[in-house]
């Protein structure tokens, strides 16, 4: 197949000019800024996903330090409210959910044999805008009335009502995040579904392509009702609309209902592709093929298609009726069956299998533990009689950290030291990417397990201060976060020291693991598969 | 398989986009939806927002229902509003008449809204108003009082398990929101 032809596959719009910048590369800035490149898109994501993770950071170092002890030491209550807030949103949009794109943009070209991915320029602007979003969303913070300080939820009527004349910005930038979600999430299923190799059927995919593209559907589907819900609150603030406020014939419980159809669909897309990335990586360390190819597909499609169905149980407080609370109550616990397919499907694999610990099996392993208990604290919060105790404490915000921080953000550190050598072409220094895992995974522990504890007795979420009795777990669990935070420092020098360079990678540095990517010499080249590959 | 042709990533790309606008158009569609159900099901406290009409029923004296009114104002409502009684024992099928005061405390006109909730939410689609101040706005002068009549009747078919409603008013402040048809309250008392 000659080069004009594939071009012209990949964008009919701009055929003539596709080729005349084909083999052009510009160098400097331009390069980045111009790009169609799946491998420095991917880049970009990562590298701005990591700033975004030290800015989220830098803010819970602002929380727990005003946390290390009771009483208002450090902080303004409206700013540690800020600080909450935004570290929500920039965790959940600004490092999570780029590193995914990112690790898409990067790994899916290659593990489907295609050379690029199907969307380029789409590609490159759904990037693009990010920096602009965040932008937006961080310079709301200098603002007189500061920025958005209604917790990442923003519910009504704290968003519309009771919020700081910023909220447009707030509102914007949430707009251009869900834009960039969707163009991106386009792209993946285009590429998916169009540019797969010559004889890779749906059931040889990867399975992170496949917990990816299902993912993507899921982002296709709620991106725009979050986009929605935010233009409710942007219209109820300021054009006097009352889709929240009861005064006009509104309901702001209506908010809840609106926001989590969003919003728990929104906790799977950030925790599919982790699987797909643990699905990668448990084989290749054990030498042992996956366990249950087939099932974790459906799995995954059914964790998705029940995700549409489990909303309100973040609001069995609101005063729903008993029906609805025991349906939704079922449903929820029904997902644990097809992530319990998943978690003994790792395990299984495991079993008897030659292990050998290098750093991404070492994350994976703890990602596989931790992101159970996570999941059991889910099952103990969708309970709910005992909800009614749980409900908003520190034992939800310790949830929701093991599966995001010990689960996703454990399963990117994962797939970073396994594809690293790919990328860079150097092997990363094994010895402190172990001190890294270890640094962090008992700091982790420290930082999030006695939130159980606190929560358990009664320790509200969202608080700048709090009852005495709170004093001492609260310091552990600062130390803890201190201690979690600075260890990512020695992530980033273990990065920038692979990409200065090291000892030279081979094509396939992990002797266990499969998948085109591997084909590939390292680092990879510009352009992926020029010619796709044979799929056997 | 063959390397795509630009047709199909393009109609790849409209069913895509077309999903995104149309989700775009059902996070509106929840909003009349919501309601639709909420009323339907008599869930989540809602009461009707129109006034029902009383057919002579047969009066159930074998059960009392206690019927508790609660008053609230919303801070930015310079409004006192409390029920005329806490508190009151009714026959299901019976037509009840009680009253609200409300006495404006501010120097200018002022138009406020009261927006019913009943509670326990299954109860409320058997709490029927055949005559309600909530379902106007109510203007008030300056300094001047009004008694808000309310007449309402309990549907016989109110489950057993029920044996007291509440009936809850949130009175807001629309005076800036360019209220309509607002029915003016009697003259200072």
Redesign the interface.
Known sequence: ?NTT??E??M??AHIEESNEHHEAHPTGIKRWLFTTNHKDIGTLYLWFSFIMFLTGGAMAMVIRAELFQPGLQLVEPNFFNQMTTVHGLIMVFGAVMPAFTGLANWLIPMMIGAPDM??PRMNNWSFWILPFAFTILLSSLFMEGGGPNFGWTFYAPLSTTYSPDSTALFVFSIHIMGISS?MG??NV??TI????????SWMKLPLFVWTWLITAFLL??????????VT?VLTDKYF?TS?F?????G?P??FQ??FW??GHPEVYIMILPSFGIISAIVPAFSRKRLFGYSSMVYATASIAILSFLVWAHHMFTT???VF?ELFFMYCTMLIAVPTGVKVFNWVATMWRGSLSFETPMLFAIAFIILFTIGGFSGLMLAITPVDFQYHDTYFVVAHFHYVLVTGAIFSIMAAAYYWLPKWTGHMYDEKLGKLHFWCSVISVNVLFFPMHFLGLAGMPRRIPDYAIQFADVNQIVSIGGFAFGLSQFIFLALVIKCIKGGEKAPAKPWDGAEGLEWTLPSPAPYHSFST?PEVK | MSRPSATSNRKLIIWLMTGAIGMFGFGFALVPLYDVLCEQLGINGKTQSTASTYKPMTIDTSRVITVEFMANIQQDMPWEFTPEVKRMQVHPGELVRTNFNAKSLALATTVGQAIPSVSPGQGAAYFNKTECFCFNQQLLAAQSSAALPLIFYVDPDLPDTISTLTLSYTLYNITDKGYVGAVEQGAAK
């Open positions: 197949m032809t594939r012209a596959n964008d009919a199907a969307l969707i999430a386009i299923v285009v579904v169009n540019m797969r190799a010559p004889g890779m296709i589907a709620v991106m725009p009702v979050l986009a929605g819900v409710m006097g889709f406020d009861a005064a006009g014939g309901d419980v209506m209902h609106i159809f969003f005063g729903m009726p609805a796709p």
